[in-house]
């Protein structure tokens, strides 16, 4: 298990997190439900089980505490793959929510970029604001020092869209952490 925490002025954490295909419904709290949500089906289909507790400035709005957290599962997922003597490193999916469609790749590249395309339907679902899944998903990415594209193809549903990503995200990332037995996957010999 690997724990990361971050005590701020506007957010108090922990995140806990470790690779089991049997792991036992991941316990999260961070004060957002639909994130929270969201967190929990990042870690079933990603087989990483989670732990997280916050205390953030919610009366403020959700942004620290989602892109904290965002930040804090990048260092986890950095640690992750850079422990390994080998892992896939790519890792591609589509995932069809109904109506909606999105598309994630990714690259464990140790070359932090985010390019994220979506356009979501609404600017809420329920009281959180959709403009923080992009928040979140750049603290990933830079954190964790991976290649991220985001693409939502289709549209419709806005909690389909963003579930949708999520779920691309964590298959995607299964993909590329899976083992393999040709040591470090670049040509250089290293991935820093």
């Given at each position: 298990?690997?724990?990361?925490?971050?005590?701020?002025?506007?957010?108090?954490?922990?995140?806990?997190?470790?690779?089991?295909?049997?792991?036992?419904?991941?316990?999260?709290?961070?004060g957002v439900g639909f994130f929270d949500h969201m967190l929990t089906l990042l870690s079933f289909h990603s087989e990483i089980y989670l732990e997280a507790e916050a205390d953030g400035d919610l009366h403020v709005d959700d942004h620290h505490t989602v892109e904290d957290v965002g930040i804090l599962l990048g260092q986890i997922i950095r640690d992750i793959y850079t422990e390994k003597q080998s892992y896939t490193r790519y890792g591609s999916f589509y995932i069809?929510?109904?109506?909606?469609?999105?598309?994630?790749?990714?690259?464990?590249?140790?070359?932090?970029?985010?390019?994220?395309?979506?356009?979501?339907?609404?600017?809420?679902?329920?009281?959180?604001?959709t403009e923080l899944v992009e928040e979140f998903f750049n603290a990933v990415a830079m954190n964790s020092r991976m290649t991220l594209h985001i693409d939502l193809l289709k549209t419709g549903n806005t909690h389909h869209e963003i579930e949708g990503i999520f779920k691309?995200?964590?298959?995607?990332?299964?993909?590329?952490?899976?083992?393999?037995?040709?040591?470090?996957?670049?040509?250089?010999?290293?991935?820093?």
């Open positions: 298990m690997i724990t990361k925490t971050r005590d701020t002025l506007e957010t108090k954490l922990k995140l806990s997190a470790a690779e089991d295909k049997d792991y036992k419904q991941s316990k999260l709290n961070t069809p929510m109904d109506e909606s469609l999105a598309r994630v790749v990714l690259d464990l590249s140790g070359r932090p970029h985010l390019n994220f395309q979506a356009d979501f339907s609404k600017e809420k679902v329920g009281t959180f604001d691309a995200f964590a298959r995607s990332l299964k993909q590329a952490l899976a083992p393999t037995d040709s040591g470090v996957p670049s040509s250089k010999g290293v991935i820093e």
